[in-house]
């Protein structure tokens, strides 16, 4: 069996968020790590290698540097890497997102493609759905389990008060949540194989089937008018009470004023 | 090249489960018809299911002119496929300039689907809509080039650390997911009728529709989150599951309800549907107690637009702090049982006073 897993690599926001002095992201100062949801998405990828045998090949898009998480997704026990970079592809919105990886993806063999449900930068949660759209592929999202039985895979869906176990016919794709697995470490013997792997690398001219009117900023069909860092509110009082007599009076005596109590 | 002046009208994907029209279909029906005024046009809700036209009464009652209705047997339970053909169709048949679709679990999935069928851009998880021009502010020299009444889409991003306004100048429907509980219903219209459209582009199963071997609801009579007033919510600090019920006998003191940060959810103390923030339920009650809870981001994002926010945490330098109009440095276990008791007894003396 051939599984491809998408993964992105994402500025890593546990630990604190980091601003520039005026005002936007310092994403320099965050680490760039493998988006979790992905990375769940690949240790369901590994589990299925160890049960019934499988290639696992890892892909992402973006700038050179992306190659890290590829190596990691290596080193955690994945056979390929695919890195797709190309400056004309820069800026995309998810539709141009999905047109490229699409186009990489039908340079490749598979029964399973499997993305992480949502990347915690954009949040958007639209790139599976729409690659599975462009390759005319089922779309199975919001995966809890997956399970593979000869040519088709069942997969335990979330919805918000519910789930249904479902059926596909591979090959087909799958949005994993992170609440999925907990995904492994890197192995010493990976992490070696990880530094020795060659990495294949696509731009444009590789990508099949895809116009270039739908690829990059120009490509996108969304464009965004404003962006700005969110005004939150200010922090109101913080006290520290002597005793837990005075914090309780402190906010009973809030909860009054305002009408509360 | 799509002649975008075909393109009219507010459409809504309605959103029904088991025959029950999801509070998100009247949520979106009361903002496309404030987006409905400017450009002077009609809100079409589209309503996909089987055995679902007793609903469109209800739909016209939160403020629908005009209900297409999707019925087939095929349709019964939410698949991607063939729900994304129904509405992939409708649109195309139809030509809406404005396609709404909640940010539900079964949103996020046909939305995306549907937007790359159909060939346009879609924003995810907005929380601001409204009408104007794009760009914002003309471009000097190219006054003729900033196109007008344009559907301007507002979604957080990075864990709601930014926020971005974005338009879909070029393509149409102008298409967007809209997260629950953030835009406000109308008061129902007892009596309103709407236009009723049948429509069904016929169902041919193919590869893309799954089968659905069993369905497992979870079985609760708990009350949605979204609704309460007053949220006194815990997160890992409390403890324990046991621990909680200091929380619960506050809630029941003041009237409230309980919920809960994610890591309580991960740790298996409170079920998902009590959950708070990004990967759980946006809430905005009068009040919200946030008691043993750091304050990630991703938890602030989906409580922050609460009226008043008091935090107990016992560690001074928790980010909740940050987002709190009351913040109370101290040990919640202590606090807490104290602030119960307090509260029943300023309650009881109003009573008899």
């Known amino acids: ?67 890290d998480v590829l190596r990691e997704a290596i080193a955690m026990g994945a056979d390929k890497g695919v890195l797709v970079t190309d400056r004309v592809l820069g800026g ?81 794709l799958i949005t994993a949540l992170s609440e999925l697995n907990d995904p492994r470490y890197m192995t010493p013997g990976g992490i070696f194989d990880a530094c020795k792997a060659e990495i294949t690398t696509w731009g444009r001219a590789d990508l099949k089937d895809v116009e270039d009117c739908n690829l990059g900023l120009k490509g996108s069909p969304t464009k965004i008018a404003k962006a700005s860092d969110k005004v939150r509110k200010g922090a109101g009082e913080k006290v520290t009470p002597e005793s837990p007599e005075d914090a309780v009076k402190y906010i009973v005596g809030k909860l009054t004023e305002k009408h509360v109590i | 090249m799509q002649n975008l002046e075909e393109y009219k009208g507010v459409f809504v994907f309605a959103q029904q489960v088991d025959n029950k029209v999801d509070g998100i279909a009247y949520e979106l029906l009361g903002k496309a018809k404030e987006l409905a005024a400017p450009l002077n046009t009609e809100v079409t809700a589209v309503l996909i299911g089987s055995n679902v036209k007793d609903l469109c009464d209800n739909l016209a009652q939160y403020g629908a002119d005009r209900v297409i209705l999707v019925d087939d047997p095929e349709l019964k339970d939410y698949r991607t496929e063939p729900y994304a053909h129904a509405l992939a169709s409708v649109i195309n048949e139809f030509k809406p ?27 995810a998880d907005c929380t601001v809509l409204e009408i104007g021009d794009f760009p914002l502010v003309a471009i000097p020299g190219k006054e003729a080039e900033q196109k007008h009444n344009q559907l301007l889409m507002t979604r957080p991003a990075f864990g ?75 997160g890992r600090g409390v403890g324990s599951s046991e621990n909680f019920k200091i929380l619960e006998d506050l809630a029941a003191a003041i009237g409230g309800q309980v919920s809960c940060s994610r890591a309580v959810v991960d740790s298996g103390w409170k079920p998902k549907e009590l959950q708070v923030g990004q990967t759980g339920k946006t809430v905005r009650p009068n009040v919200y107690f946030a008691i043993g809870i750091s304050g990630a981001i991703q938890h602030v994002a989906g409580m922050e637009e609460s009226d008043i926010i008091v935090a107990i945490n016992k560690d001074e330098d928790a980010p909740i702090f940050d987002v709190a109009d009351y913040g109370i440095v101290g040990d919640l276990n202590k606090i807490v049982p104290q602030l119960t008791e307090s509260i029943k007894a300023a309650k009881a003396a109003k009573a008899n006073s």
């Open chain 1, 1 to 67: 069996m051939k599984i491809i897993v998408c993964i992105k690599q994402v500025p890593d926001t546990k630990g604190g968020v980091k601003f520039n002095p005026d005002g936007t992201l310092d994403r320099g100062a965050m680490l760039a790590i493998m988006n979790p949801d992905d990375k769940a998405g690949l240790e369901a990828a590994l589990r299925l290698k160890d049960e019934v045998g499988a290639e696992v090949t890892v892909l992402t898009m973006g700038l050179p540097k992306a190659a």
């Open chain 1, 92 to 172: 995309a919105d998810t539709w141009a997102t999905s047109t490229t990886i699409a186009g990489a993806i039908r340079n490749l063999d598979y029964d399973l493609i499997i993305t992480g449900r949502q990347a915690i930068d954009g949040d958007t949660a639209q790139v599976g759905p729409q690659i599975a759209e462009h390759l005319g592929i089922p779309v199975i999202s919001y995966a809890q389990e997956i399970k593979v039985n000869g040519d088709k895979v069942t997969v335990k869906r979330q919805y918000d008060d519910r789930y249904h176990m479902v059926e596909a016919k591979m090959p087909c």
């Open chain 2, 97 to 123: 300039e404005i396609m709404l679709v909640g940010a539900t679990a079964i949103g996020r999935d046909l939305g995306p689907t549907v937007s790359a069928r159909v060939a346009t851009g879609l924003t």
């Open chain 2, 160 to 234: 709601g650390n930014t926020i971005a306004t974005i338009a879909c100048p070029d393509n149409r429907p102008q298409m967007a997911t809209v997260r629950p509980g953030v835009m406000q219903k109308i008061e129902p219209i007892a009596g309103a009728k709407a236009e009723i459209v049948e429509f069904n582009p016929g169902f041919t199963p193919d590869n893309k529709y799954v089968e659905i071997k069993e369905i497992v609801r979870a079985v609760s009579d708990i009350k949605d989150i979204m609704d309460a007033k007053i949220l006194v919510s815990g």
